[in-house]
């Protein structure tokens, strides 16, 4: 590519190889304008809610397309955080943040533990079960929903966060995969060397592995958190009581239509409730493009 | 360097547990533990209730294949639930990749801002299972919602109420599925990557045009991550459900009934666990048969490097 363009400079007369150069320039400036107009379509849903929790309620209806409230108002958010039944916002962020933290905790201890075995030992009945794991991430939840919810019933789990968070302490297919992926890259040498010291095996997790895999450990926390954060069906399922709400099932309750239906603190409140994912995306995108790249491409 | 474990002196339990044969078992436990309490059994349950009439309240009570002959022959709405949810995975997932893999290639040729773009409109993504997301999905499209609003700025006049015509609300779901190619386009930008450069090169001298290069390299390299995504987003696809529960519940006229909130509906709202999980094999069965189609038909459209 490169002696093309040297040839072509070098016999091209002087007026066509500006030519060539500001027609580059204008493919280049289309280029960035296209972009940024698809872009601007793409985030103007999440701008406008923003914006409408700043507006007071009747201009979300008559100023509705507007990005900029004419009348900036925050009393959005603190109507909005009292909640109903009793029960604020405050009460609903608790919850999602003690389930969405013990369950990223669980799968955080199991899914590294269970992707060494995976990764570096050869046993028996490996190829079986490494099989059925992948199997198992391709296993909608829908089928196993009701026999769990009866198995939970039983143990009389329903209505507490437990059938939230106990599952996660077994391992998620996904991180697992994605932990696996990242200990193949590490050179078994390291293993070999600290066997031959004495290392057990999980000597070596411990001390060698374990200290290496953090970057994967992390992406794996942070879509776990993500995802648990943004739950809604099971939640759905097993909190009944609004004082066990996570703030996805309570911001369904908020907008249903018997509860009064005032946009502006639903929208506060909805706001709210994307702030800790947007943070997540702002400071640890790097480790979100990592973890969708490396499973995407493995799979 | 003595690891904690090991103490129990050779041929004793330390080193019993630290044979391969055995540490491999120790380290998978946990997830042999949690297949067989929270996926194998609960799967064997829910093939032995979808022959039974229970409803959580009573003991399960057999009744054969009924279930199964209600579903396929006397209820309507089944169907119109299972058509439903195929006519979204079909139309949602290929345009979904079709834009995700169009605007992959855009930011293939990295600029500084590329970074930036990449993120914008990787946003909607993280953000659109939310249940914001679905409240807000429900605003947009009210007859006094922001799109009717943004349409009458471009001059038309329109009143059209999206989520309550049967014809036009099962498209405000596809449209916010396909608002959500961000991480699908990753995955490809991820694919082009890995593409050796050489290649392009090699064509460039032959003077082979950037359409053509697109459809004889870029497509050829790209259809095992293509594939990937394909089996991936047409199982989201089937079983979706937060978006129809909250956006339309099915409204109207049972036009964005998707699936699994019918079943959801059944086992959990009427008590019908049996009838629910009969939906559940079926569920099973289609997703089981797609997957397989898309892998069968793999040999003739996935590129494999080896052969």
Redesign the interface.
């Given at each position: 590519?490169d002696t093309?363009q040297r040839t072509s400079a070098v016999t091209v007369p002087k007026s066509q190889r500006l030519s060539y150069r500001t027609r580059k320039t204008i493919g280049r400036v289309l280029?960035?304008i296209f972009?940024?107009l698809?872009?601007f379509v793409?985030?103007y849903?999440?701008i406008?809610?923003v914006a409408?929790s700043f507006k007071p309620p009747n201009e979300?209806?008559n100023n509705?397309?507007s990005l900029i409230p004419n009348e900036f108002v925050t009393y959005n958010y603190p109507n909005g955080w009292k909640g109903f039944a009793g029960y604020s916002f405050s009460n609903f962020f608790k919850n999602s943040f003690v389930i969405s933290g013990i369950a990223t905790l669980g799968s955080l201890i199991?899914s590294p533990?269970?992707a060494?075995?995976?990764a570096r030992?050869?046993?028996?009945g490996?190829k079986l079960?490494f099989s059925?794991?992948l199997l198992?991430m391709?296993?909608?939840?829908?089928?196993?929903?009701?026999?769990?919810?009866?198995?939970y019933?039983n143990l009389g789990w329903v209505g507490t966060i437990l059938p939230l968070v106990i599952?996660n302490?077994?391992?998620g297919a996904f991180f697992?995969f994605l932990i696996i992926q990242f200990i193949d890259g590490i050179p078994r040498e390291l293993d070999e060397a600290?066997k031959i010291?004495?290392?057990?095996?999980?000597?070596?997790?411990?001390?060698i592995i374990l200290p290496l895999i953090v970057p994967a450990i992390v992406t794996c926390g942070i879509f776990s958190f993500?995802w648990k954060?943004?739950d809604?069906?099971a939640s759905l399922?097993y909190l009944n009581a609004p004082r066990q709400y996570t703030?996805?099932?309570a911001?369904?309750m908020f907008?249903d239509p018997n509860s009064g239906s005032d946009?502006g603190s639903?929208?506060a409140m909805?706001?709210l409730?994307?702030l800790p994912?947007?943070l997540i995306?702002i400071f640890c995108?790097k480790y979100?493009?990592e973890g969708?790249?490396?499973?995407?491409?493995k799979? | 360097?003595?690891?904690?474990?090991?103490t129990g002196g050779p041929g004793g339990f330390?080193a019993f547990i630290?044979r391969?044969?055995?540490?491999?078992?120790?380290?998978?436990l946990?997830?042999?533990?949690?297949?067989v309490?929270?996926?194998i059994?609960?799967?064997i349950?829910?093939l032995c209730?979808s022959f039974t009439k229970y409803d959580?309240l009573s003991a399960p009570v057999f009744t054969g294949l009924s279930n199964y002959v209600r579903m396929f022959t006397q209820d309507p709405t089944f169907w119109k639930s299972f058509r439903v949810t195929l006519f979204y995975a079909v139309v949602s997932v290929p345009l979904k990749l079709i834009m995700a893999l169009f605007?992959a290639v855009?930011f293939y040729r990295g600029t500084r801002?590329t970074a930036f773009?990449?993120?914008?409109?990787?946003?909607?993504s993280?953000?659109g299972?939310?249940?914001?997301?679905?409240?807000?999905?429900?605003?947009?499209f009210a007859v006094?919602?922001?799109i009717?609003?943004?349409l009458a700025?471009f001059g038309i006049d329109s009143q059209i109420g999206w989520l309550s015509r049967p014809d036009t609300a099962i498209w405000t779901l596809i449209v916010l599925s396909v608002?959500q190619f961000g991480?699908s386009m990753?995955?490809f930008?991820?694919?082009l990557k890995?593409i050796p450069v050489s290649l392009?090169?090699a064509a460039?001298?032959d003077g082979c045009s950037r359409p053509k290069q697109f459809f004889s390299i870029t497509l050829p390299m790209l259809t095992p991550?293509i594939f990937?995504?394909l089996?991936?987003q047409t199982?989201n696809a089937?079983?979706a459900?937060?978006q129809s529960?909250?956006i339309t519940n099915g409204k109207p006229l049972d036009s964005t009934l998707f699936y699994?909130v019918y079943?959801?509906r059944r086992?959990?709202e009427f008590s019908e666990?049996g009838y629910?999980?009969a939906m559940?094999?079926f569920?099973?069965f289609v997703?089981s048969v797609l997957?397989a189609l898309i892998f069968k038909s793999s040999n003739s459209w996935v590129y494999r490097a080896s052969e």
């Open positions: 590519m093309t280029y960035h972009v940024i698809i872009g793409m985030i849903p999440l406008w809610m409408s979300i209806f509705a397309k199991s533990f269970i060494f075995g995976f030992l050869r046993f028996k490996k079960w059925m794991m198992t391709m296993l909608p939840f829908q089928i196993i929903m009701i026999p769990q919810y009866i198995i019933h599952p302490f077994f391992g697992i600290a010291d004495g290392c057990s095996w999980y000597g070596i997790y411990t001390r993500m954060w943004d809604f069906l399922l703030v996805s099932i911001l369904k907008s946009w639903m929208f909805a706001t409730s994307i994912i947007m995306f995108q979100l493009v969708i790249s490396t499973e995407g491409l799979g | 360097m003595k690891a904690g474990k090991t330390g630290n391969e044969q055995v540490a491999g078992y120790v380290f998978i946990p997830f042999i533990i949690g297949l309490c929270f996926t059994i609960p799967i349950i829910s209730l959580i605007v855009l801002l773009y990449r993120a914008v409109y990787y946003l909607p993280i953000m299972s939310s249940v914001a997301v679905a409240v807000l999905w429900k605003r947009l006094d919602g922001v009717n609003s943004l700025f608002w991480s990753l995955v930008l991820g694919g890995q392009y090169e460039t001298v991550v990937f995504n089996i991936q199982i089937f079983t459900f937060t529960y909250i699994s079943m959801y086992s959990f666990m629910g999980a559940a094999w569920m099973l997703v997957t």
